[in-house]
């Protein structure tokens, strides 16, 4: 009697374990059934922090297709796609169930344009060249004058001792005061003259302080604008900068 009995609980647990089993492999096909479901297609790529570079652009470097199940979606494969284009400075992928990939990109800045020897090339705050030109046509950032690159390449680092100064005072003006330059003019080391879109030129003079003349510059410009004064040039090489007012 105690056999049978051992023998009926053992059968009681191998059903039971066979169950569980067939319950947990009903589970996994329900949940990959689900997972590849039209329910995870993405319906929706989101491009954000792009200014420069299109949507359409970032579409097609990133190499997401029209249709492909989100949890297929490799975003890491997609970062380092976008990483590879040099006007990518960073970038981040992420899902956003059901349907949604978000793209937020960080874009490098272009900076200033610099003759070259084939024409000019656009860099950005590092020195990075990131686009090269045979003509300027349209110039949406100031042009570096009283120095010639050589023969360099989309990709290459500028390492030029004399764009070095010019680079960290646009580098720390704010966007709205970069794009009323039209031209930083290296005279010498220690004498860089920028001139605005309204002809007025700005005595930065040598790389000392140059955060601190950025800052100014800003500043100087807006008031200007602001009290619509008609001035000759501003003369940030004292503590206290002086603004030469043209004559009337």
Do not use: C, W
């Amino acid at each position: 009697m105690q056999t049978a009995e051992r023998l009926k609980a053992a059968r009681q647990r191998r059903n039971s374990t066979f169950a569980a089993l067939l319950a947990a492999l009903a589970s996994l096909i329900a949940f990959f059934l689900f997972v590849n479901s039209p329910y995870f297609i993405v319906g929706t790529v989101l491009v954000e922090g792009n200014k420069y570079i299109t949507v359409e652009d970032v579409l097609q470097v990133a190499g997401v297709p029209e249709q492909v199940n989100i949890f297929r979606l490799k975003t890491a494969d997609i970062k380092d796609r976008l990483l590879s284009d040099l006007r990518v400075a960073e970038v981040k992928v992420d899902r956003r169930f059901p349907a949604t990939i978000s793209i937020q990109v960080t874009e490098r800045q272009p900076l200033a344009f610099v003759a070259s020897q084939y024409g000019f090339v656009e860099i950005d705050r590092q020195g990075m060249v990131l686009a090269a030109f045979k003509n300027l046509k349209e110039v949406k950032v100031p042009v570096i004058t009283g120095v010639r690159l050589g023969n360099v390449y989309v990709g290459d680092q500028v390492n030029n001792p004399g764009l070095a100064s010019v680079l960290t005072y646009l580098a720390a003006l704010d966007e709205l005061t970069l794009n009323q330059l039209s031209e930083v003019n290296i005279k010498s080391p220690d004498e860089l003259v920028a001139y605005t879109t309204h002809s007025i030129g700005i005595r930065v003079g040598d790389n000392q302080r140059l955060a601190e003349k950025a800052m100014l510059t800003g500043e100087i410009l807006q008031e200007i604008a602001t009290k619509k004064l008609a001035v000759e040039y501003i003369d940030l090489n004292y503590k206290s900068p002086i603004i030469k007012l043209r004559d009337r």
